[in-house]
């Protein structure tokens, strides 16, 4: 069962192989682990943008290599949609006015819409998102 939402930074504490996080995330069942389509985006553009910088063919190589090697990430994590649900919460946040910056109230939207705990080390700002549960599997 679905319990716990990866932020975008510890997927790419993840994906570089940091010993606490990849603890934290091998200890759950393989179907409690999620990542939000918000995150799949992030992680997507960031290596989109890598390919589309590339000037030569070493440069291609690596930067498809690093495309494919993420989406073969993304695959190992159960995929929250970004649903009606999700919109709504989103919705009611943004009438918050809260001091968080747009992506992180859609990844807190899909938190809540779905019931799930937020593993994230940006406390500063998802802290302001209220009912929001937080943990950091970084220390």
């Known amino acids: 069962m679905l319990q716990f939402l990866l932020d975008t930074d510890h997927l790419t504490l993840y994906e570089r192989g940091d ?20 995150t799949v985006e992030e992680a997507l553009r960031g290596r989109l943008a890598v390919v589309a910088r590339a000037r030569d063919g070493g440069a291609r190589v690596r930067g498809y290599g ?5 989406v073969q990430l993304l695959a190992e994590f159960v995929l929250v949609p970004f649903d009606q649900a999700s ?6 946040l943004l009438s918050q006015r809260l001091r968080v910056g747009t992506q992180d109230l859609k ?27 937080l943990q950091d599997w970084s220390v």
């Open 19 to 38: 010993p606490t996080v990849v603890a934290r995330v091998d200890a759950q069942p393989l179907s409690a682990v999620g990542l939000s389509a918000i």
């Open 66 to 70: 690093q495309l494919l090697g993420t």
């Open 87 to 92: 919109e709504s919460e989103f919705q009611q």
């Open 107 to 133: 990844i807190a939207a899909v938190a809540l819409a779905h019931g799930l705990m937020l593993v994230t080390r940006n406390r500063q700002d998802f802290s302001h998102v209220p009912t929001l549960g």
